[in-house]
């Protein structure tokens, strides 16, 4: 693996850590692209920088204030790095129109980041989150 896949993989980790995790706002300036394009966005979202903040801030972190992030594995090739992570939380705030359960929740996420200059300039992800939600709505 070379010296700029594993800065890479930092990268990532950083992300993940500082930005989702903790929510700081200059980390997040700091590690995204001007052009930055969230090919995972849902249709009619925003796909830039904004949308994944907004989904950071104002869906996840309302909804699971205690939200963490587990990663579990990373591998790097080129400019693109794969993580295969969770999400986790207590569910204490309305989560996409489902009510607060007091339950713990864990997201399963697979994501593809393809870093330039060591910022974030596209992403593609994956995520259990359609089946967390419906889990959350029936029980």
Do not use: C
């Not at 996840?60 to 591998?75: F, G, N, S, T």
């Not at 399963?108 to 089946?131: C, F, K, N, Q, S």
Request: hydrophobic share 40%; no cysteine; aromatic share 6%.
């Amino acid at each position: 693996m070379t010296s700029t896949q594993n800065h890479n993989k930092a990268v990532v980790r950083r992300f993940n850590h500082e930005v989702i995790e903790q929510g700081d706002a200059i980390s997040f300036q700091t590690l995204m692209d001007a052009d930055f394009v969230n090919h995972a966005a849902p249709p009619g979202a925003d796909q830039g920088a904004d949308g994944m903040w907004h989904t950071f801030q104002n869906v996840l972190r309302p909804a699971l204030p205690d939200l963490a992030v587990v990663i579990y594995e990373q591998v790097a090739e080129g400019d693109l790095v794969t993580t295969r992570k969770a999400v986790t939380g207590t569910h204490t705030g309305p989560l996409l129109g489902v009510a607060p359960t007091g339950r713990r929740v864990t997201i399963d996420v697979i994501d593809i980041v393809r870093i330039r200059d060591g910022r974030y300039l596209e992403h593609w992800g994956i995520t259990t989150l359609p089946a967390v939600l419906q889990q959350l709505s029936t029980r």
